[in-house]
Every structure is written in structure tokens, then in C-alpha cells.
């Protein structure tokens, strides 16, 4: 065997069924270790917690590409192989089947009676020509939707053969090139996507350009020009919580993202509604709301009284209720920077152990608790640092546990000193003018976040599925079969009708359907069935 | 009224269980009293049965002609086994069964009134309805192939899981989060569900199958009553058409779901957990049929994907909610 030769084998091997068969069980397999160890994909923190917990085993995980399954060296062989074994096989069976469509349906087998279904019924001489029997069957098979084609005009025995069906193997092939598509569809149209996230406070706006995003996700083949300009402000966030059943008292029934959009830099907005379950679809891309939470506005003023620090800060929900962490950092403090860790409690509640806690989501009895440090906040090492965390390292804790002032606690249109005379630090009411002071369920603002993506290549992977299920259908229900009906004429006049079937591809009703087809075909030429 | 409806519901449940209970006593002694029968019945008749309950049997209609007259007599064989024994205790089973399952029906039906959703929508409500459509189908299924025998096994399974779905899982009545406002929830769930009872009965008759041909092939006597029911060949034909309907919903589910997650989560692919192991249950199934079609797969090996596939599922519903993270978390626990 030479090198073509090897490659045939290989090649023959490859397009095998058992082969295909294989891949298919082995991929089935290989997606499982990425159900049980985090993904980055799908859960970035689950995995550096996972580093954290397990320091000897993760990397070993992460050098075998455990952490990225799916998008692994070894997942994508397996696909790839599976997928190039599947065009080595519809391809040749797309060109089959070309061939099959156009061609009539095979000579009448000279044995019947060893095919499925087999029924013969025996006429007496002078009932029926076998010409008008074969006219008569013919006629009934072309209803029923049969390709038809005579056999024995031209003397020998008379007899029909049919084929129906030849739409279960164009199912079949749909299905397949389906699949195809599907995955072309993911692989190349989804590099000209991206995603991107945005938080947004209540009264803020957002305009489309990269530098808005807090976090970034282009596509293989993302070109900056396809971010449509367009800004979009959020009005309002309107959460509801439940209120009346015990059972589920706090728990979020609807969230609302009132927002109006401005696009190609007209002034004049469109008001829209988000929601989760309903995005919004502005200038080619999607905008999703994903999770919202609270956004205090804090003023710090520095030793000499300058305003060093005003701004909504928003904080992460740690719980159910709300209770928020947020990290707010003044660079501009005088004589030293200043940098705060808080929580935040809607509706401030002691637990019975004495700790703080929130115990409903919506804003009854808001209070933010700060430990500040003041030092270096390290911003200019140039080291990028989120902004949802401190680096406490160069910096010393003046009021909070470890220091001697305990943290502070605020409450809406509250201000206090800063221990040492380094400032005062304010938590603004931001409560339309005219509200009651007792009334603070408007004192803080909220924030929505935001998922903005573009997927030309949806579109593309919906369809493509949907035919897939088509594909599907077509070949799983239709039945292809070939029947045939025969006349045997005897040297009595009288006349055998034989009927048989075979079945192409899974068949279950073929005999039935032969039987069905010989019962008509009698009451058609008039021979009438005892009861 | 809403702790009316609620408490209904879960006395139409219990009661429903204790009926459920009933039928499979009932059930499990038809298959003893199946295999008393078998024992009392010379082999080669029982094998002639099962010979002709082979859907694939080769079978010719008699035809006669009767004196004077175009008369034709076409003797329609039958496709499917008929019942050559009258199996009392199968039929007050089953109509135990059919009891059972209306009074259970009630209770699903009293639990989405009481919260004004589809009650699908936590584990407990989950294996309620899931149970429901499970017997549903396995009762609709009877007008079209008599697959009674699988009577023990259904209601067995079904008992078990309403069972740990009431008393492990049970959620008190919840609006529905943000989240699952949508009518995705009522068309991908009841798919899933639909999908997951023909996997069902397809494991059921595949485990027979399974059987069946260890009887057949080892000459011992095996489980009796097994003589009483269609041969390995014509299970594994019934398993294949259970099934690929199964398939065709599951392959449903897939697409709603990916439709779905573009809407609620911003992405229509993102392998999370659940997500993983729909495909991972796709992938088993569509390496069933394809074992249907390749040398050397038919008959155990693909009975045994079967089984494989629809213990995947059981293992999506109950290990992966439970204790794998996800998006999906809305067991209600
Ligand atoms: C992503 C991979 C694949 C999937 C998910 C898949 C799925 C399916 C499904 C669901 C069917 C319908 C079952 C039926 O008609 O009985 C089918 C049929 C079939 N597939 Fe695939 N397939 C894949 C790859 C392949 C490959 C690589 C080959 C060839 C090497 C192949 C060959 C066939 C054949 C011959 C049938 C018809 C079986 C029959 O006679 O009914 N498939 N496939």
C-alpha cells in the first residue's frame, strides 16, 4: 500500500459509520470534566476560586486546558475530526442520492415472495385482466404517492414497481449540512461580534464607543467602525419586590430599565423599556439587563475643606437583600489619599448574632458602613486595578477593625468627620425636592448593568437549527419503501396478484402498509371481502 | 383561596400516591402471575408468540375464494401482539393508573392555580408535572401499542420521584423571578418533559430488551415472565420508535432553550452546566440511532445507549441542579 493508499484508508476509516459513531460518544464525553470544574467562559471567578481552593491540582487542570473545555485543543480535534468525517460522508451520499431522485424505480424482483409483507390473492379466470389489475394497482400507488414504473409491457409478467419517500433521505441530508451550518455559523460569524458590559446609574448615559465599556469582549474578526454611535441614558430603574407573601417576602417579581436612546447624535431621544426576558434592540446590537443594584452618591471633603470626591458609587450585591460592597478611592485627598471599603444595607437589621445585615431589598431604612484607610492607593504604578477593590497594603486603617475609631455608619443626608481632621465624608439624599425627610425610598439612586452585544451570525444559527429539526422530522417519520404489485398469469385464465415491499431504512409499518395496499387494490377491482 | 387551592393540591398529590402505590402492587403482581402462567405454558407456544409479536416477522394474508362470487378473504395479520391471556390484575392496575393519574392531573392543575403559573417552574413542581406528562404518555401511548407490562416500572419510578419531590423538594408558592417571565418557560420546559417521558419508556423497553435477549441466548429460564411479552427484536423496534419521538422533542428543547437564553441571559450558547449536559443527552441519543445504523451496534450495545442516555437525563434533572453551579438555578431550594 502505498502513501495514496494509506490515505484511502485512512480516508475510508474516517467516513466510516462506526467511526462517526465513535467521535459522537467520544464528544459526549469529553463535555462532561467542563459540567464539573468552572469555565472560564461561563464562570471567570468560579475559576480563580477554584486556583484558591485547590493549589496543587488547578494548575495541572489548567495546563490540560480544564479550565477552557470548549474551546480546549483536544474538545475542538474531536469535533473537527467528527465534522470532517461527516462532509467525507453526506457528500458522497448527496451525489447518491441526486442520482436516485432522477432515476425510475428498480426492476420487479422475480421472487416476491420473500420480501416483507408478502400477500398473494388468487382471482378466478375471467375477473380481471392482469393488464387492468397492474393499470388499477398502478393508479393506487401513484396516489399514494409512489413513483411508478411498468414492467413486462413488452410480454413476461406484468407488474408495477414504486418507491415513495425519497424525501426521508433529503431530510436526512438537510439535517446533516444543518449541522454544518450551525457550526460554521458559531465559528466564523461569531468573530465579528462582541460583547460588552456597561454599569449605569440612574440620571447617566452611555455612548457606544470602546473606551464607555468596563469590560470589553471583541470578536476574532471585530473592527472598532462597527460600534454604531449611539447614546443611551437611564432614566429610571424600577425594581418590585414582593411584599404580601411570607414565603417569598423580598423577592424580585419585576425590574425595569427606563431608557431613552439617541442615535447618529440627534438630540431627540427614543424612550424605551428593558427589561430582563425583553432587550432592546438598538443600532444592530442588544442591550440586556442583567443585574441592577444600588449606587449611593458620597462626597468626601479633604482636611481643607476641598470637595475631593463626589460621585454615585456603585455597590455589588452580596445578597438577596441587597446588602452591597463598594470601594470608593480619592486620589485628590489632601495631604493623603484616601480609600474606603463599605457595605451598604438597604434596610439596615441586626442578625441575632449581632451582625449587620439587610433584611429587605427595597430602601426602608438605608445606612452605608465605611472602614477608610488613608495612604497609597497605588493608582500610578500603572498596574490596571479594578474598581470594585482596594489594595490596602501601602495604606493604614484610620477608622474600622483594625483601627481605633470604629467604621462609620451613615444615613442619607448624613455627614461626619473623618478621624485625624483628614476630612468629612457626606452620604447624599438624593430625594426629589418636596419628599417627606422620613420618606427615603428615593434617597439612593440605583444602577442597572448592562450587556451590550452584537452577533451578525444569530440569525444564521437559528436558522440553520431550525432546519435541523426540520431535517430531522422529514427523516425520522417518512417512510421510504419500495412496493411491488405483480400479475401471475396461470395456464387456467386465472390470475395470482402477489404484493410485497422492502423497506429503505428504518420501516416499521412496512407490512402494514403492503397488506393496506393489496386490501384496496382488491376492493378496487370489485372483489368484494368477506366479513 | 390561594391556601385552598394549595392545600387541594397537595391532598389531590398524596391521594394520587397512594393510588399510584395500589397500581404497582398491582402491576408487580401481574408480572408474577405473568410468570406462573409462562411456567404452565409449554415453551414452543410461548415462543410462537413472541414470533409473531416481531414487528419485523415476515407474514402472509390468507386468501380464499369463496363459492360463486368475486369474493376475496384478505386475513389481516396482526402487527402487534395481541393479548393471548386475560391479565386481570393488569387491567385493575391500569385502571388504577388511569385513577391515579386524574386525581394527580387535579393536584397539578390546583398548584398552578394557586400561584397563577405553569407549575413547572422549581424541582417540586417539576417532578409533579414532570410525573403527570410521564404517565400521561405511557397512558396515551396504550391506544397505540399495548405496552402494559411496562406498568411496574412507570408507576415505580413515577411514585419515587413524586415522592422525593414532595417531601425533599417541596417550595412553598413564589412569584416568578424576572427571569422566567416568559412564554419560553411554558413551551421549553413541557417540551423537556414530553422529551423526557418517551426517553422514558424507551429505557423501559430497552432494559426488557436487554433481558429479553439474556433469555434467549443463555437457555435459562430467566425472569418467567418474560415469555409472556414480545420478543428482544420486536422491543428493540417499539424502543427505537418511543425514542426517536423522544429525540425530536429533545432536539426541540435544545433550540427553545438557546432561543430563550439569547432573550434572558444575552447569549444563545454559553455552556453552562445545564446547557452542557442537554448536549451532552443529544449526543448520547443521536449515537443511538446512528448505532441502529452501524454493524455491530443493533440490538444490546444501542439498548444499552439508550439506558445510558435516559440515566443522563434522570442525572441533568436531579445531580446537576442540585449541586452543580450554574445560570440555571431555579430549583427553588
Ligand atoms: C455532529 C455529528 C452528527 C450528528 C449529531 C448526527 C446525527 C444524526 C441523526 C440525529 C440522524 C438521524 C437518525 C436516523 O435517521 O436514523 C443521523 C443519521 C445518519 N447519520 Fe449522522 N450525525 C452526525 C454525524 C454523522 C457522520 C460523521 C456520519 C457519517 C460518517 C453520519 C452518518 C449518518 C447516517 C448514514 C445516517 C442515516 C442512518 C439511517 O440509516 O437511518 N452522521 N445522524
Known amino acids: 500500500m502505498g502513501f495514496v493508499g494509506y490515505l484511502r484508508f485512512f480516508w475510508r476509516q474516517l467516513t ?33 476560586q477554584y486556583f484558591t481552593n485547590n493549589p496543587t491540582l488547578a494548575p495541572v487542570l489548567d495546563s490540560v486546558q480544564g479550565f477552557d473545555v470548549y474551546s480546549s485543543a483536544w474538545f475542538s480535534a474531536i469535533y473537527l475530526l467528527l465534522f470532517v468525517s461527516l462532509i467525507g460522508c453526506v457528500v458522497p451520499r448527496t451525489l447518491h442520492h441526486w442520482r436516485a431522485l432522477r432515476s425510475k424505480p428498480p426492476k420487479t424482483p422475480a421472487r416476491l415472495e420473500r420480501l416483507e409483507g408478502f400477500t398473494s390473492v388468487d382471482v378466478a379466470a375471467g375477473d380481471v385482466t392482469a393488464t387492468a389489475a397492474i393499470e388499477s394497482a398502478r393508479g393506487i400507488l401513484k396516489k399514494s404517492g409512489y413513483r411508478v414504473r411498468l414492467f413486462g409491457a413488452d410480454g413476461g409478467q406484468l407488474s408495477v414497481s414504486a418507491e415513495r419517500g425519497y424525501l426521508r433521505e433529503t431530510g436526512n441530508l438537510v439535517f446533516h449540512f444543518s449541522l454544518i451550518g450551525v457550526l460554521i455559523s458559531v465559528g466564523i460569524g461569531g468573530g465579528f461580534g462582541y460583547s460588552g458590559q456597561k454599569v449605569i446609574v440612574e440620571g447617566d448615559s452611555f455612548a457606544n464607543v470602546l473606551l464607555s465599556y468596563e469590560s470589553f ?86 482636611g481643607q475643606g476641598n470637595v475631593a470626591f463626589s460621585d454615585a458609587v456603585a455597590f455589588l450585591p452580596q445578597d438577596a437583600n441587597l446588602m452591597s460592597l463598594g470601594v470608593i478611592k480619592v486620589p485628590d485627598a489632601l495631604p493623603e489619599q484616601i480609600g474606603m471599603i463599605g457595605f451598604f444595607y438597604p434596610s439596615l437589621a441586626e442578625s441575632a448574632d449581632g451582625q449587620l445585615v439587610s433584611n429587605f431589598p427595597d430602601l426602608i431604612n438605608p445606612t452605608l458602613s465605611l472602614r477608610v484607610f488613608t495612604g497609597d492607593l497605588g493608582l500610578d504604578a500603572g498596574i490596571p486595578r479594578s474598581v470594585y477593590s482596594l489594595a490596602t497594603d501601602n495604606m493604614t486603617e484610620v477608622a474600622g477593625r483594625t483601627a481605633n475609631t470604629p467604621a462609620i455608619e451613615l444615613v442619607p443626608g448624613q455627614t461626619v468627620d473623618l478621624p485625624g481632621g483628614i476630612g468629612t465624608v457626606t452620604f447624599e439624599n438624593r430625594s426629589p425636592a418636596g419628599t417627606p425627610a422620613s420618606d427615603l425610598s428615593q434617597s439612593v439612586p440605583r444602577f442597572a448593568s448592562l450587556d451590550i452585544h452584537r452577533d451578525p451570525s444569530q440569525g444564521w444559527v437559528l436558522v440553520f437549527a431550525l ?20 400479475a401471475v398469469e396461470k395456464e387456467d385464465g386465472s390470475l395470482r396478484l402477489e404484493y410485497a415491499g422492502l423497506a429503505r431504512g428504518e420501516d416499521p409499518v412496512l407490512e402494514k402498509a403492503v397488506h393496506e395496499i393489496a386490501e384496496r387494490h382488491s376492493q378496487q377491482l370489485g372483489l368484494k371481502l368477506l366479513p | 383561596m390561594t391556601d385552598f387551592f394549595v392545600s387541594s393540591s397537595l391532598i389531590a398529590i398524596w391521594s394520587a400516591m397512594s393510588v399510584y402505590t395500589l397500581a404497582f402492587i398491582m402491576f408487580t403482581l401481574d408480572l408474577a402471575k405473568r410468570s406462573a402462567s409462562a411456567q404452565a405454558l409449554p415453551t414452543s407456544a410461548a415462543d410462537a408468540r413472541s414470533a409473531a409479536a416481531s414487528v419485523s416477522g415476515t407474514s402472509r394474508a390468507a386468501a380464499s375464494r369463496a363459492e360463486g362470487g368475486d369474493t376475496i378473504v384478505l386475513d389481516k395479520p396482526p402487527v402487534v401482539a395481541k393479548p393471548v ?3 386481570k390484575f393488569e387491567r385493575i392496575a391500569f385502571a388504577l393508573t388511569v385513577v391515579a393519574w386524574v386525581v394527580h392531573v387535579a393536584g397539578v392543575v390546583l398548584r398552578g392555580l394557586a400561584q397563577g403559573h405553569v407549575p413547572w417552574s422549581n424541582m417540586f413542581e417539576f417532578s409533579l408535572t414532570a410525573t403527570a406528562i410521564i404517565v400521561g404518555v405511557f397512558i396515551g401511548v396504550q391506544f397505540w401499542q399495548n405496552l402494559k407490562f411496562l406498568g411496574a416500572y412507570i408507576t415505580g419510578f413515577s411514585l419515587i420521584a413524586l415522592g422525593v419531590g414532595t417531601v425533599n423538594f417541596y417550595t412553598d408558592v413564589r412569584p416568578l423571578p424576572p427571569a422566567l417571565q416568559s412564554a419560553w418557560l411554558v413551551i421549553h420546559v413541557f417540551v423537556a418533559v414530553l422529551g423526557t417521558s418517551f426517553f422514558a419508556l424507551g429505557a423501559g423497553l430497552s432494559i426488557t430488551q436487554l433481558l429479553q435477549a439474556r433469555r434467549a441466548s443463555s437457555k435459562a429460564a430467566g425472569l418467567k415472565f418474560l415469555q409472556t411479552l414480545p420478543g428482544a427484536d420486536a422491543l428493540e423496534n417499539l424502543a427505537y420508535r418511543v425514542i426517536v419521538v423522544g429525540f425530536v422533542f429533545w ?3 435544545l433550540i427553545a432553550g438557546a432561543v430563550w437564553a439569547e432573550r434572558a441571559w444575552g447569549r444563545y450558547w454559553g455552556w453552562d452546566t445545564k446547557e452542557v449536559w442537554t448536549f451532552i443527552i443529544w449526543t448520547i441519543f443521536a449515537g443511538y440511532l446512528h448505532a441502529r445504523a452501524t454493524r455491530g451496534w443493533r440490538g444490546g450495545r444501542s439498548a444499552w445507549l439508550a439506558i445510558v442516555g435516559f440515566g443522563a437525563v434522570l442525572f441533568n434533572f436531579t445531580i446537576v441542579n442540585l449541586f452543580f453551579k450554574g445560570l440555571h438555578a431555579y430549583s427553588g431550594l
Open chain 1, 16 to 48: 466510516s459509520m462506526r467511526t462517526a459513531l465513535f467521535l459522537l460518544l467520544l464528544l459526549a464525553i469529553a463535555a462532561v470534566p467542563g459540567s464539573l470544574v468552572p469555565q472560564r467562559s461561563s464562570d471567570p471567578n468560579g475559576v480563580l
Open chain 1, 217 to 302: 469582549l471583541p470578536g476574532r474578526f471585530f473592527d472598532e467602525s462597527v460600534l454604531q454611535p449611539y447614546r443611551l441614558s437611564l432614566d429610571k430603574f424600577t425594581p418590585t419586590y414582593e411584599q404580601d407573601n411570607p414565603a417569598a417576602m423580598g423577592q424580585p417579581i419585576d425590574y425595569e430599565a427606563d431608557v431613552t436612546t439617541y442615535e447618529n447624535g440627534s438630540d431627540v431621544g427614543t424612550p424605551a423599556v428593558i427589561k430582563v426576558n425583553d432587550p432592546l434592540r438598538v443600532a444592530g446590537s442588544d442591550v440586556y439587563l442583567l443585574g441592577n443594584g444600588y449606587a449611593p452618591v458620597i462626597t468626601v471633603r479633604d
Open chain 1, 467 to 486: 432546519l435541523v429539526l426540520a431535517g430531522l422530522m422529514t427523516s425520522l417519520f417518512i417512510p421510504r419503501r419500495r412496493v411491488w404489485v405483480k
Open chain 2, 85 to 87: 391471556y386475560r391479565y
Open chain 2, 251 to 253: 432536539t426541540f428543547t
